[in-house]
């Protein structure tokens, strides 16, 4: 869900190939393997295609290899989409294969949201009430629940510790521990509401890239979408009031969890740059500068 740079020409060659080869191995795709491909830039961990044939287009995406290190369950993702998309909250899935690391889904024409568009006209309404929805779907068998705490912990025991990020780590811990000890029943969430994620046809939302996605805690998703957007207290409070589902134990921990949602991106960028160097390290020190100074009420518009 975050810019990167197109990969030279001949990995882009490769990429088509191994895709071709995979439509051509799955039956409910195999009829696609020869049409038009256009790739998309736009994450720093999957492959992702438009393509057109016979019958329409769609969105493709190959898996990364690594993604279960990051926390991607994709047999959990396989069910998570087939409820959303019935629930017409995602686009129509054509395959989800786990093994071969294959999604195909229906094309979305008018394209992902920018982050200004948040602010206009009644854009925050629109996606509050689709969230409320959201939030309100039963979590079915198959889809996993996810835990942030424990996520956290995860992704931090994988890194190296540095004197500097101390501070980070204790603060977390703090945070988790307050959060922790929260109770409310599991709902259907997203974890990765990023405006990118957000396709608006010019009459309805859809919610896309839900590899994140699963049973959990909405106060995160909530949370999670203001932290990446910097929402600041004026549309914090239109964004919630249009919620309308959050209690008020929830709205008392909500700016706690923002800087643990920033806590987790931060560690998960670290991760796709252990060396600091490239986008992925650059994100990740102004994660920690937002982090250090407590301050997730503004953000870097280059973080979005």
């Known amino acids: 869900s975050v ?19 995979r439509l051509r191995g799955c039956a409910a795709t195999r009829a ?102 959201l939030h309100e779907q039963p979590v079915p068998d198959g889809v996993a629940f996810v835990n942030w705490s424990r996520q956290a912990r995860r992704l931090a025991s994988g890194l190296p510790m540095r004197s500097g990020e101390v501070p980070l780590h204790e603060r977390a811990a703090d945070a988790f521990e307050r959060l922790d000890r929260r109770s409310v029943a599991p709902v259907l969430c997203h974890h990765d509401l990023h405006h990118l994620n957000i396709l608006d046809d010019g009459e309805r939302l859809w919610l896309v890239d839900w590899e994140y996605g699963g049973g959990g805690d909405p106060l995160f998703d909530l949370a999670g979408f203001l932290a990446m957007h910097g929402l600041g207290p004026a549309a914090t409070d239109a964004f919630l009031q249009a919620y309308g589902g959050l209690e008020p134990p929830g709205r008392a921990l909500l700016d706690t969890a923002r800087w643990a949602f920033d806590y987790v991106q931060w560690l998960w960028y670290r991760h796709r740059a252990p060396d600091g160097t490239g986008e992925a390290g650059a994100r990740a020190r102004r994660l920690a500068q937002r982090l250090l100074h407590c301050d997730n009420s503004t953000i870097d518009q280059d973080d979005v």
């Open 32 to 133: 696609l393997a020869e049409g038009v491909l256009e790739e998309q830039h736009g994450g720093f961990s999957n492959r992702c295609w438009r393509l057109d044939a016979p019958g329409g287009s769609w969105f493709v995406r190959l898996g990364a290899a690594d993604a279960a290190g990051l926390g991607v369950d994709r047999v959990s993702e396989c069910a998570l989409l087939a409820a959303v998309s019935a629930a017409g909250l995602a686009p129509e899935v054509l395959a989800c294969e786990p093994g071969a690391g294959l999604l195909v889904t229906r094309w979305v024409a008018g394209g992902p949201w920018r982050a200004g568009d948040l602010l206009e006209g009644d854009n925050l309404a629109r996606i509050a009430a689709l969230l409320r929805r």
């Open 3 to 21: 810019p990167e740079s197109p990969g030279s020409a001949p990995a882009v060659a490769s990429g088509e190939a191994e895709l071709r080869e």
